[in-house]
């Protein structure tokens, strides 16, 4: 009978690192670029990891590597290996200054300069090794967690807390709708929200993942009261928002 320590003496650890990052990457050309690998070395990885397991592990679609019912399971065990394994080989106290890790962030892109430009200063100054990725939020935050897209998510509505997400109240914001400085509704001397919904606006483009039609906060309350906007304009982009509104009438809705 086989010893434990002879049965893993036959497998290549790496290979669950491999893995882990095919789990969070969902693309041969990303993991192969994550471990500084080739495409085809990473090809080959996952032909042993599919040897080793049993299983195809990845179905390929035609938006990336969709896991097999059997990866989903590994999943769930894979992660508490490693960082086990991380915690064997680097027994010692947490060390900012010396953190190499890559963390990724989700933030609304209104909040983005607000949020993510100061937390990135902030982290330079404490952990100068550490990599910072943003990338833009989700309409549900838990499920950019669970698939493992980003580690952390700033969202704009309170979301369920659970025993696996903890979720914290970092702020708030108030909507403030803003145009240009020579806009014809400055001739007016009392400004009211049926006076902004006769103009046009442009609005931020949030999920395109999501089912359905997404609507802003904002419509969501004008609606309860009977009033609609014109959106002329979407864009995932602030910037082009911005932009697309100077020398017009229209008016875009922002955080104070």
Do not use: W
Not at 31 to 39: D, H, P, R
Not at 67 to 80: C, G, V, Y
Not at 131 to 148: G, M, N, Q, V
Not at 190 to 207: A, P, Q
């Amino acid at each position: 009978m086989k010893t434990l320590e002879q049965t893993l003496s036959r497998i290549d650890l790496n290979l669950l690192v491999s893995l882990s990052v095919l789990i969070k990457e969902k693309n041969v050309s990303r993991a192969a670029e994550k471990l500084f690998l080739s495409q085809p070395a990473m090809s080959r990885i996952l032909g042993r990891l599919r040897e080793l397991f049993d299983d195809p592990l990845f179905y390929r679609e035609s938006n990336g590597l969709q896991p097999t019912a059997k990866t989903l399971e590994l999943e769930e065990q894979l992660d508490a290996i490693l960082f086990s394994i991380d915690n064997l080989v680097n027994n010692s106290t947490f060390s900012a200054e010396s953190c190499e890790k890559a963390f990724r962030i989700s933030t609304p892109p209104l909040m983005s300069k607000l949020l993510t430009a100061p937390l990135a200063k902030a982290i330079y100054e404490a952990a100068p090794k550490v990599t910072l990725e943003e990338y833009p939020s989700a309409i549900d935050p838990i499920l950019l967690l669970k698939e493992s897209h980003v580690d952390f998510s700033i969202h704009i509505k309170e979301t369920i807390v659970s025993d696996e997400y903890h979720s914290e109240k970092i702020g708030y914001t108030y909507p403030v709708i803003y145009g240009t400085s020579d806009h014809p509704l400055l001739q007016k001397e009392n400004i009211t929200i049926d006076d902004c919904l006769e103009y046009s606006f442009v609005d931020l483009s949030f999920d395109i993942r999501s089912e359905g039609e997404y609507l802003n906060p904002i419509d969501v309350e004008l609606r309860k009261q009977g009033k609609y906007r014109n959106i002329a304009l979407k864009s995932g982009q602030l910037s082009t928002l911005i932009e697309s509104i100077k020398g017009t009438d229209r008016l875009i809705i922002g955080g104070h």
